[in-house]
């Protein structure tokens, strides 16, 4: 068996590979490893909450069985955001946390993501003593009588994050008007509300979950909707979240596209003028658009990169002590707030930049030059093999000695499905959209 978990936990097609005795295996070996390796008083507490999709529904009650079983009391916070969950960890104190989403995937899928302490992302070695306990029932407790976790519902949970919210937020942006894309997803209640908080005119679209139509053609991996909606509401710009809220993207008044590398680039220059940019860097994943790098070098600002994943984000964040970082699909960090992505805070840090400044969001992203980038999604049966194939190492080769220093080439297998994406950039969209047809057949030929 490959290793079970991807750039950000555990997915699958829920009731299929990711089933309830999957999920009760998976929360009892996350407790045998993060709450129970040192028993003591009181007992081990985790948080566990989930976005609104049908199928959380009893993942929820298997992953409290199997923390219960395993001798952890659990605090349910229900339907909230994953940098919810990660900031209730810390501030409940408990020894973990469990978020069931599958992000931005379609509504059929689900995950389960595990918070250390504090809130923090597990590390390499966490996640494979958590699979060796999954294999080996034996590494996982099974307390009898007044040895049983037992569960309580949060009544707070909603009310601290958006005072943790409050708190991060840097400028009141009265006066503005948003259109929130919530997906129908985690952030539906929470999201449109601290915004409003905030002094914005909310319009929240998309934000009535019925467990069906969460990332349903809404959210940030489908912009139209809310593009068309900042331009019959004459807003000055759209935010959208995916499914658990820990991303954001945006759209500027005249519905041009806001990416997740434009928006770390408004933030970067905001929080370098204010002394917040430690180091006077920003880190950032193989994926974002050279015109990122182009910019930051202009600014006077070192980018640090990283694998794709904004686990590997964070990691580069915390060994360099650095404040900003993220995904060009909208994954931005600000650990001095928080330990994962969130996209409520993404979207008030980028408002309050805009009435900080009084300029537009186009006129803040114009900060950079996107170069044309075309990437293709390659659905194939084995990714890691394919990945490494000698045909496909040989198409790259050719392709990048044809772009030379004017372009770049990323080839790389999806961390959460078995597909293999292929990236190009060019200075010219006709170029990199040929050789990234180019790639994508020979990746789907081998």
């Known amino acids: 068996m490959g290793r079970m978990f ?12 990711l089933d309830a005795e999957l999920a009760l295996r998976i929360a009892g070996a996350a407790a045998s490893v993060l709450a129970l390796s040192e028993r003591g008083a009181p007992r081990p507490t985790a948080v566990l909450g989930r976005d609104p999709r049908a199928s959380g529904e009893m993942l929820e009650a298997a992953v409290t069985a199997g923390l219960t079983a395993a001798g952890v009391d659990v605090i349910n916070v229900g339907v909230l955001p994953t940098p919810a969950v990660a900031f209730l960890t810390g501030a409940y104190d408990a020894a973990l946390g469990v978020m069931i989403s599958a992000s931005h995937n379609p509504m059929p899928d689900n995950g389960i993501k595990i918070f250390a302490a504090g809130g923090h992302k597990l590390d390499d070695e966490s996640e494979d003593r958590i699979e ?17 976790g037992r569960v309580r519902t949060a009544t707070d949970a909603a009310e601290r994050y958006l005072e943790n919210l409050a708190r991060a937020t840097t400028h009141r942006v009265d006066g503005l008007t948003v259109v929130v894309d919530c997906a129908n997803g985690a952030a539906s209640a929470v999201g449109p509300e601290a915004y409003r908080a905030a002094g914005a005119r909310v319009i929240a679209i998309h934000a009535d979950p019925d467990g069906l139509n969460i990332n349903d053609g809404c959210g940030s991996t489908h912009l139209e909707e809310l593009q068309a909606a900042v331009l019959a509401h004459g807003a000055d710009l759209g935010i959208a979240h995916d499914g658990d809220a820990d991303r954001c993207l945006a759209v500027d008044a005249t519905g041009a596209v806001v990416d997740g590398d434009a928006i770390m680039s408004v933030l970067a220059l905001a929080m370098r003028e204010s002394g917040e940019l430690a180091q006077n860097t920003l880190v950032a994943t193989v ?59 993404t979207g008030l840090r980028l408002m309050g930049r805009m009435a900080q400044t009084g300029k537009s969001l186009r006129e803040l992203a114009a900060v950079m030059r996107t170069l044309p980038q075309v990437l293709v999604n390659v659905q194939v049966t084995d990714k890691a093999a394919v990945a490494c194939a000698p045909a496909v190492l040989e198409a790259v080769a050719e392709a990048e000695a044809l772009l030379g220093e004017a372009g770049r080439v990323l080839l790389r297998p999806s961390g959460t499905e078995q597909l293999v994406r292929v990236m190009v950039e060019a200075t010219e969209i006709e170029i990199a959209q040929k050789l990234a047809d180019g790639l994508a057949d020979r ?4």
């Not at 991807?6 to 590979?17: C, H, I, K, S």
């Not at 070192?302 to 699909?329: H, K, M, N």
């Not at 960090?333 to 992505?341: A, E, I, K, S």
């Open 6 to 17: 991807g750039t950000d936990g555990v997915r699958g097609l829920a009731n299929a590979e």
């Open 132 to 148: 060796a306990a999954i294999a080996d029932r034996d590494l996982i407790p099974r307390p009898t009588g007044a040895g049983i």
């Open 287 to 345: 994926m974002s658009n050279l015109g990122l790098h182009i910019a930051m070098r202009e600014a006077g600002i070192e980018v640090r990169t990283t694998a794709v994943g904004d686990r590997y984000v964070l990691e580069e964040l915390r060994s360099g002590s650095f404040s900003l970082g993220g995904e060009q699909s909208g994954h931005v960090v600000l650990p001095g707030f928080g330990t994962t992505g969130d996209g409520v805070l």
């Open 443 to 446: 990746v789907a030929s081998v």
